[in-house]
T-cell receptor, first 114, second 112 residues
Framework: KNQVEQSPQSLIILEGKNCTLQCNYTVSPFSNLRWYKQDTGRGPVSLTIMTFSENTKSNGRYTATLDADTKQSSLHITASQLSDSASYICVVRVRSGGSYIPTFGRGTSLIVHP | NAGVTQTPKFQVLKTGQSMTLQCAQDMNHNSMYWYRQDPGMGLRLIYYSASEGTTDKGEVPNGYNVSRLNKREFSLRLESAAPSQTSVYFC???????????FGSGTRLTVV
């Protein structure tokens, strides 16, 4: 079982609508949680990063929330645009020995239709 | 503003051939990583180097070797390529605290 579960696996919305992507994790101890956007054929690009003490972080139309007690995070996209069509990946960073190891979710594929 | 640079961007190999994927970062990051990304599987860690002079296995290390040549460069070698290694490979780097995590643009490898 993947230690970072994302839902939904895929999502189609109309341009201008809002949407929320979910990330549930079981890994510990927790260092930080990131949301990435990955356009087709490109490398992932960081959207937000939160430590366990942060509840919310915004980056333009993207707002991430974190509940460290329930080990859940969400990414809310406001007023979607066609350029938001991409895969969104949740990554939880865990301390392992003397290193920080990222654990990746499998991503949510978002398609924004005009 | 190069960030993380990977070469080549595309490669086709025959089964049994060897090759090395190159990765270099100019952000003075301590840690570097190699991932593969397959459809429906997400990113999986092959090897990582927490600091110059150290390397460790990740989730899927079999069939690969790595070299942390210096602080800037981290290479991934396939000694005898297999069709199962057809994938998109990403290199990434981060500072010691896990912040400033940056990916390269990827290498699309096909083994026939």
């Amino acid at each position: 079982k993947n230690q970072v579960e994302q839902s939904p696996q895929s999502l189609i919305i109309l341009e201008g609508k809002n949407c929320t992507l979910q990330c549930n994790y079981t890994v510990s101890p927790f260092s930080n949680l990131r949301w990435y956007k990955q356009d087709t054929g490109r490398g992932p690009v960081s959207l937000t990063i939160m430590t366990f003490s942060e509840n919310t972080k915004s980056n333009g139309r993207y707002t991430a929330t974190l509940d460290a007690d329930t080990k859940q995070s969400s990414l809310h996209i406001t007023a979607s645009q066609l350029s938001d069509s991409a895969s969104y990946i949740c990554v939880v960073r865990v301390r392992s020995g003397g290193s920080y190891i990222p654990t990746f979710g499998r991503g949510t594929s978002l398609i924004v239709h005009p | 503003n190069a960030g993380v640079t990977q070469t080549p961007k595309f490669q086709v190999l025959k089964t049994g051939q060897s090759m090395t994927l190159q990765c270099a970062q100019d952000m003075n990051h301590n840690s570097m990583y190699w991932y593969r990304q397959d459809p429906g599987m997400g990113l999986r860690l092959i090897y990582y180097s927490a600091s110059e002079g150290t390397t460790d296995k990740g989730e899927v290390p079999n069939g690969y070797n790595v070299s942390r040549l210096n602080k800037r460069e981290f290479s991934l070698r396939l000694e005898s390529a297999a069709p199962s290694q057809t994938s998109v490979y990403f290199c990434a780097s981060s500072d010691a605290g896990g912040y400033g995590y940056t990916f390269g643009s990827g290498t699309r490898l096909t083994v026939v």
